[in-house]
Protein backbone atom coordinates (compact mmCIF):
# COMPACT_ATOMS: atom_id res chain seq x y z
CA UNK A 1 0.00 0.00 0.00
CA UNK A 2 1.45 3.30 -0.88
CA UNK A 3 0.92 5.89 1.66
CA UNK A 4 1.22 9.87 1.05
CA UNK A 5 1.58 11.90 4.25
CA UNK A 6 -0.69 14.98 5.08
CA UNK A 7 2.16 17.30 6.08
CA UNK A 8 5.18 16.94 4.09
CA UNK A 9 3.80 14.86 1.33
CA UNK A 10 6.77 11.83 1.62
CA UNK A 11 5.16 8.74 0.30
CA UNK A 12 5.46 5.53 1.85
CA UNK A 13 5.36 2.27 0.76
CA UNK A 14 3.91 0.08 3.55
CA UNK A 15 3.72 -4.02 2.25
CA UNK A 16 0.07 -4.92 2.61
CA UNK A 17 1.05 -7.95 5.67
CA UNK A 18 2.25 -4.70 7.72
CA UNK A 19 -1.34 -3.21 7.76
CA UNK A 20 -3.61 -4.23 10.41
CA UNK A 21 -7.03 -5.79 8.88
CA UNK A 22 -10.51 -4.43 9.76
CA UNK A 23 -9.46 -1.56 12.50
CA UNK A 24 -7.87 1.66 12.44
CA UNK A 25 -3.83 2.14 13.04
CA UNK A 26 -1.51 5.03 13.15
CA UNK A 27 1.46 5.04 11.51
CA UNK A 28 4.61 7.71 12.78
CA UNK A 29 6.02 9.37 9.26
CA UNK A 30 9.53 8.76 9.40
CA UNK A 31 10.43 11.91 7.87
CA UNK A 32 8.24 14.68 9.70
CA UNK A 33 6.37 12.46 12.80
CA UNK A 34 3.31 13.41 11.63
CA UNK A 35 0.44 10.87 12.48
CA UNK A 36 -1.20 9.52 9.78
CA UNK A 37 -4.67 7.48 10.08
CA UNK A 38 -5.46 4.22 8.56
CA UNK A 39 -8.97 3.29 8.43
CA UNK A 40 -9.44 -0.44 6.98
CA UNK A 41 -12.28 -1.51 8.90
CA UNK A 42 -14.12 -1.81 5.55
CA UNK A 43 -11.48 -4.36 4.26
CA UNK A 44 -13.02 -7.46 4.12
CA UNK A 45 -10.51 -10.17 5.75
CA UNK A 46 -11.37 -13.59 7.64
CA UNK A 47 -10.71 -13.10 11.29
CA UNK A 48 -9.12 -15.52 13.23
CA UNK A 49 -11.78 -17.96 15.02
CA UNK A 50 -11.31 -19.15 18.61
CA UNK A 51 -8.84 -16.44 19.30
CA UNK A 52 -9.71 -14.69 23.16
CA UNK A 53 -7.31 -11.69 22.50
CA UNK A 54 -9.06 -9.10 20.43
CA UNK A 55 -6.74 -6.56 17.93
CA UNK A 56 -9.46 -3.80 17.43
CA UNK A 57 -7.48 -1.69 20.64
CA UNK A 58 -4.11 -2.30 19.89
CA UNK A 59 -3.28 1.54 18.81
CA UNK A 60 0.07 1.75 20.17
CA UNK A 61 1.88 4.62 18.16
CA UNK A 62 4.53 2.16 17.56
CA UNK A 63 2.80 -0.15 16.19
CA UNK A 64 4.44 0.28 12.65
CA UNK A 65 7.96 1.59 12.82
CA UNK A 66 9.97 1.75 9.82
CA UNK A 67 13.18 -0.61 10.34
CA UNK A 68 16.08 -0.50 8.06
CA UNK A 69 15.77 -2.80 4.71
CA UNK A 70 17.22 -5.99 5.99
CA UNK A 71 17.48 -5.85 9.21
CA UNK A 72 16.71 -8.98 11.60
CA UNK A 73 14.30 -8.32 14.25
CA UNK A 74 13.47 -10.15 17.14
CA UNK A 75 10.33 -10.22 19.21
CA UNK A 76 11.18 -11.16 22.81
CA UNK A 77 8.36 -12.07 25.24
CA UNK A 78 9.67 -12.63 28.95
CA UNK A 79 9.35 -10.80 32.46
CA UNK A 80 11.72 -7.19 33.05
CA UNK A 81 14.56 -8.70 34.68
CA UNK A 82 18.33 -9.40 34.58
CA UNK A 83 17.35 -12.63 32.79
CA UNK A 84 15.55 -10.45 30.02
CA UNK A 85 18.70 -8.01 29.81
CA UNK A 86 21.03 -11.58 29.24
CA UNK A 87 19.14 -12.65 26.48
CA UNK A 88 18.70 -9.01 24.96
CA UNK A 89 22.49 -8.41 24.54
CA UNK A 90 23.32 -12.60 23.16
CA UNK A 91 20.23 -11.67 20.73
CA UNK A 92 21.54 -8.46 19.58
CA UNK A 93 25.53 -9.42 19.40
CA UNK A 94 23.88 -11.93 16.96
CA UNK A 95 22.61 -9.08 15.05
CA UNK A 96 19.03 -9.09 16.01
CA UNK A 97 17.00 -5.69 17.20
CA UNK A 98 14.94 -6.74 19.56
CA UNK A 99 11.49 -5.74 20.47
CA UNK A 100 10.25 -6.30 23.78
CA UNK A 101 6.56 -7.45 24.30
CA UNK A 102 4.90 -6.60 27.97
CA UNK A 103 2.07 -9.07 27.68
CA UNK A 104 0.34 -11.21 25.51
CA UNK A 105 -2.36 -8.84 24.06
CA UNK A 106 0.75 -6.48 23.36
CA UNK A 107 2.70 -9.60 21.59
CA UNK A 108 -0.34 -10.44 19.49
CA UNK A 109 -0.48 -7.10 18.09
CA UNK A 110 3.17 -6.43 17.56
CA UNK A 111 2.82 -10.34 15.59
CA UNK A 112 -0.01 -9.17 13.36
CA UNK A 113 1.77 -5.50 12.35
CA UNK A 114 5.59 -6.64 12.17
CA UNK A 115 7.45 -10.16 10.56
CA UNK A 116 10.07 -11.23 12.98
CA UNK A 117 12.94 -12.94 11.99
CA UNK A 118 13.24 -14.64 15.48
CA UNK A 119 10.82 -15.56 18.40
CA UNK A 120 11.84 -16.04 21.93
CA UNK A 121 9.22 -16.76 24.32
CA UNK A 122 10.03 -17.70 27.63
CA UNK A 123 7.66 -20.28 29.48
CA UNK A 124 5.03 -18.66 31.85
CA UNK A 125 5.49 -14.77 30.23
CA UNK A 126 1.96 -13.36 31.44
CA UNK A 127 1.53 -15.87 33.58
CA UNK A 128 0.61 -18.67 31.14
CA UNK A 129 1.50 -21.88 29.98
CA UNK A 130 3.68 -22.38 26.72
CA UNK A 131 1.44 -25.40 26.14
CA UNK A 132 -1.47 -23.55 26.02
CA UNK A 133 0.17 -20.16 24.86
CA UNK A 134 -2.21 -17.82 22.27
CA UNK A 135 1.24 -16.74 21.39
CA UNK A 136 2.19 -20.11 19.94
CA UNK A 137 -2.05 -21.14 18.87
CA UNK A 138 -1.07 -17.74 16.81
CA UNK A 139 2.06 -18.94 15.32
CA UNK A 140 0.72 -22.12 14.28
CA UNK A 141 -1.53 -20.34 12.02
CA UNK A 142 1.19 -18.42 10.24
CA UNK A 143 1.05 -20.17 6.34
CA UNK A 144 4.38 -22.30 6.05
CA UNK A 145 6.00 -20.00 3.76
CA UNK A 146 6.22 -17.25 6.28
CA UNK A 147 6.28 -19.78 8.98
CA UNK A 148 10.03 -21.18 7.83
CA UNK A 149 11.28 -18.24 7.98
CA UNK A 150 10.89 -17.23 11.86
CA UNK A 151 13.15 -19.36 14.05
CA UNK A 152 10.89 -19.66 17.45
CA UNK A 153 13.01 -20.37 20.50
CA UNK A 154 11.62 -21.62 23.71
CA UNK A 155 13.06 -21.22 27.14
CA UNK A 156 11.82 -22.72 30.50
CA UNK A 157 13.01 -24.82 33.57
CA UNK A 158 11.32 -27.94 32.09
CA UNK A 159 13.65 -28.15 28.57
CA UNK A 160 16.86 -29.85 27.85
CA UNK A 161 18.43 -27.38 25.67
CA UNK A 162 18.63 -28.00 22.15
CA UNK A 163 16.41 -31.37 22.37
CA UNK A 164 15.34 -31.53 19.14
CA UNK A 165 12.54 -33.77 19.75
CA UNK A 166 11.18 -31.16 22.55
CA UNK A 167 11.47 -28.41 20.19
CA UNK A 168 9.59 -30.31 17.28
CA UNK A 169 6.82 -31.39 19.54
CA UNK A 170 6.39 -27.95 21.05
CA UNK A 171 6.29 -26.40 17.33
CA UNK A 172 9.62 -24.38 17.48
CA UNK A 173 13.21 -24.14 16.87
CA UNK A 174 14.96 -24.58 19.53
CA UNK A 175 14.42 -25.00 23.04
CA UNK A 176 16.61 -23.69 25.86
CA UNK A 177 16.87 -24.64 29.67
CA UNK A 178 16.54 -21.55 31.72
CA UNK A 179 20.18 -21.85 33.64
CA UNK A 180 21.78 -22.25 30.13
CA UNK A 181 20.77 -18.35 29.73
CA UNK A 182 24.76 -17.23 29.52
CA UNK A 183 25.23 -19.96 26.80
CA UNK A 184 22.47 -18.37 24.81
CA UNK A 185 24.90 -16.61 21.96
CA UNK A 186 26.31 -20.16 20.92
CA UNK A 187 23.32 -21.99 21.87
CA UNK A 188 21.76 -19.92 19.13
CA UNK A 189 24.23 -19.41 17.00
CA UNK A 190 24.27 -22.94 16.36
CA UNK A 191 20.16 -23.38 16.47
CA UNK A 192 19.85 -20.90 13.47
CA UNK A 193 23.09 -21.92 11.30
CA UNK A 194 21.56 -25.57 11.87
CA UNK A 195 17.94 -24.00 10.87
CA UNK A 196 19.39 -21.96 8.27
CA UNK A 197 21.59 -25.16 6.44
CA UNK A 198 18.09 -27.16 6.41
CA UNK A 199 15.79 -24.67 4.10
CA UNK A 200 18.98 -23.79 2.15
CA UNK A 201 18.37 -26.10 -0.85
CA UNK A 202 14.29 -25.19 -0.59
CA UNK A 203 14.85 -21.31 -0.43
CA UNK A 204 17.49 -21.61 -3.36
CA UNK A 205 14.97 -23.68 -5.39
CA UNK A 206 12.13 -21.26 -5.03
CA UNK A 207 13.91 -18.68 -5.51
CA UNK A 208 15.02 -19.48 -8.71
CA UNK A 209 11.82 -20.16 -9.57
CA UNK A 210 10.56 -17.09 -8.45
CA UNK A 211 8.28 -18.42 -5.51
CA UNK A 212 10.37 -16.66 -2.98
Avoid at 105 to 110: C, E, I, Y
Avoid at 116 to 126: A, E, K, P, V
Avoid at 138 to 167: C, H, Q, W
Amino acid sequence: MEITCSQCNTKLVVPDEKIPKDQIARISCPKCKNRITLDTRNASQDKPSGEEYSYDDYSDDHALEFFDEGAKIALVMLKANDERQKIGNALEALGYRCVYAEDTRDALGKLRFHFFNMIFLSDGFDNQDIGNSPIMNYLNRVPISSRRKIFVALMGERFKTMDDMMAFAMSSNSVINTKDVDRLNPILKKGVSENDKFYKVLTDTLVEVGKD
